[in-house]
């Protein structure tokens, strides 16, 4: 017995071109007009049982005047899967068979989406937010270790995980961000895990900025530093901050634009004005046996890593397959320079104090040297700077639960927007996260996000290759300019630093860290669970490709 499939599709290319292969789902382009306005019908004849798998499927359509065509298939032969060059893709909404857009596809293309300038500072923001907190380095290895760790970890670190998220966050250019790219790579047990620790990092990180905006503020302010005005502050703080996230991404945005510049200007300022105060040979200071490495590494990897956490926001930018690799490109250099400059500056303009270069220390460099004036104004824009990276921190951690509850790894309801096209629920989870952890001290926890952040760092590594394997061929609109030979590779040094920074962790951070993993590996089965009673609604979203049947049946993922 035979059975016929109807599929019905409105070309955006002349029927003559090759069809893209898809699981099994129509990919209609909204921004590429059709250069035809005839419909047509493409009738698919398969024998019972056969399952239909377009990348595996040879498709020749020839267009009539009636607008009805058949198409012969053979299952013996392949389609060729061809990458196309970055910018030369359309965003797609993904229409199943007999299915209309979804109301939520239609709504969030009405939202506004994210350009290239907002985009830069969230990422500077993600990881940076400028070079408050870099002064630990000098404290813990001398001037010329510090230069040299903020020259040379980013090539160790930071380009190579910026290159690995501008390809697979152009892949996969939706909210789930390094949470897909698990799940496509190693199944969703293991993309669920990469959420949670990436998630809890995020939350842990993000406890810390609150504390830093009122330590800025209580000299100014005695009553902020402890006690019930503290405790009320962080709440105050927190709520408002989270308001702001609740509004909406591009608010954020622009509102990161505006604290860069804010935060950025006075560093500059001092640079210049220091400059006949400069004495190179201070630069030159280091003494080997005094070197608190477990202090030195920690700062520079906690002051240049979540690269990847952008990645969340994908499906918020306005063409992410353009916009995100240049964005990247750009931070890169902001992040960078914005470290090096200050420290060259202000290792160079006065005497050499180890013991004084701890956090908050620029705006006593920049009294030395401007005055009074200039040391407020870097004060100030430490705590602007703080509110920055809490901003956006909460912003990546909230799209992120949003993009898992639309991959059905988290009950339906963390994928309701707001109005303003927010993820309510996610933010609402992670700022009662943020409260409870608030109690934590600095150095507790830059080590223990490090932890976390290093075992999912470690999935990345190993999806970002095991897809380069597994489907060398499929659309990647920005691509590495290496084999799987050089993939390999490119992954090396940053693993060897993950090794050392996780072998220099202390025995309360490591349990500690390894109980919160620990908790990831039971949630999921729990929730599982849960949705197999039906206590809890979970969903997958129709709009988005079906990452679990592309890999099983080894097809090629298109957006």
């Keep these: 017995m035979v059975s016929t499939t109807a599929i019905l599709t409105t070309p955006s290319k002349p029927p003559s071109q090759e069809a893209s292969p898809g699981d099994p789902q129509t990919a209609v382009p909204s921004n590429s007009p059709p250069k035809t306005t005839v419909d047509f019908t ?19 359509a020839k267009s009539s005047a009636a607008g009805t065509d058949k198409v012969n298939v053979d299952g ?33 293309n009405k939202m506004k989406r ?15 937010g400028g070079p408050f907190g870099v002064e630990d380095s000098v404290q813990a290895a001398g001037p010329l270790l510090a230069l040299i760790g903020f020259l040379v970890f980013p090539f160790i670190w930071s380009v190579p995980e910026a290159l690995i998220t501008a390809e697979m966050g152009t892949m996969f250019p939706e909210d789930g961000g390094y949470v897909v790219w698990v799940s496509s790579a190693l199944g969703p047990y293991w993309g669920f895990q990469q959420g949670w620790m990436k998630w809890l990092s995020g939350v842990i990180d993000n406890a810390l900025y609150p504390v830093l905006f009122l330590d800025y503020l209580k000299s100014g302010i005695p009553a902020l530093a402890d006690g019930y005005p503290r405790v009320l502050a962080v709440l105050a703080l927190t709520i408002a901050l989270t308001y702001m996230n609740f509004r909406g991404l591009t608010i954020v945005g622009w509102v990161a634009v505006l604290l860069g510049v804010f ?28 070197v608190d490495w477990n202090l030195y590494l920690n700062t520079l990897f906690w002051n240049l890593n979540y690269w990847d956490s952008i990645s969340t926001l994908a499906g918020e930018v306005d063409n992410p397959k353009k916009t995100l690799p240049k964005a990247l490109l750009y931070a890169l250099i902001l992040v960078v320079f914005g470290y090096f400059f200050p420290l060259l500056m202000g290792t160079g303009a006065v005497p050499l104090h180890r013991d004084l270069w701890t956090d908050g220390y620029f705006s006593d460099v920049a009294k030395i040297v401007g005055g009074v004036w200039l040391r407020w104004w870097i004060q100030a824009g430490a705590a602007m700077s703080n509110m920055g990276m809490f901003v956006t921190e909460m912003s990546s951690d909230s799209f992120q639960l949003l993009g898992m509850a639309e991959r059905g790894m988290l009950p339906e309801f963390f994928a309701k927007r707001s109005r303003y096209g927010t993820p309510s629920i996610g933010i609402l989870f992670s700022a009662s996260g943020v409260i409870l952890l608030s109690w934590l001290s600095f150095q507790e926890i830059v080590a223990a996000e490090n932890f976390l952040y290093c075992f999912g760092m470690i999935l990345e590594f190993i999806a970002f290759v095991r897809l380069r394997m597994k489907y060398p061929a499929a659309s990647r609109p920005y691509k590495i300019p290496v084999g799987t030979v050089g993939s390999v590779l490119l992954c090396v040094p940053p693993t060897i630093l993950i090794c050392v920074v996780l072998a220099l962790s202390s025995l309360k951070v490591m349990i500690v860290s390894v109980i919160a993993i620990v908790i990831g590996l039971v949630l999921h089965p729990f929730l599982k669970h849960v949705e197999k009673k039906r206590w809890i609604k979970f ?3 129709a709009d988005l490709p079906d990452l679990y049947n592309a890999h099983e049946h080894n097809e090629s993922l298109v957006y």
Excluded at 42 to 60: I, M, W
Excluded at 93 to 102: D, F, L, M, Q
Excluded at 114 to 128: G, H, M, R, T
Excluded at 263 to 290: K, N, Q, T, Y
């Design 114 to 128: 994210v350009s290239i300038i907002p985009l830069i500072f969230l990422i500077f923001y993600e990881v940076s």
């Design 263 to 290: 935060s950025l200007v006075p560093f500059v300022i001092m640079g210049l004005i220091s400059i006949p105060r400069i004495e190179p040979a201070r630069w030159l200071v280091v003494d080997l046996h005094v």
């Design 42 to 60: 493409t009738k698919v004849t398969v024998p019972d049982g056969v399952a239909l798998k377009p990348s595996t499927l040879e498709l020749s």
């Design 76 to 108: 013996d032969e392949k389609l060729k899967n061809t990458a196309t060059a970055m910018g030369q893709h359309n965003d797609v909404e993904y229409v199943g068979i007999n299915e209309a857009p979804s109301p939520t596809a239609v709504s969030n």
């Design 539 to 541: 969903s997958t979203s």
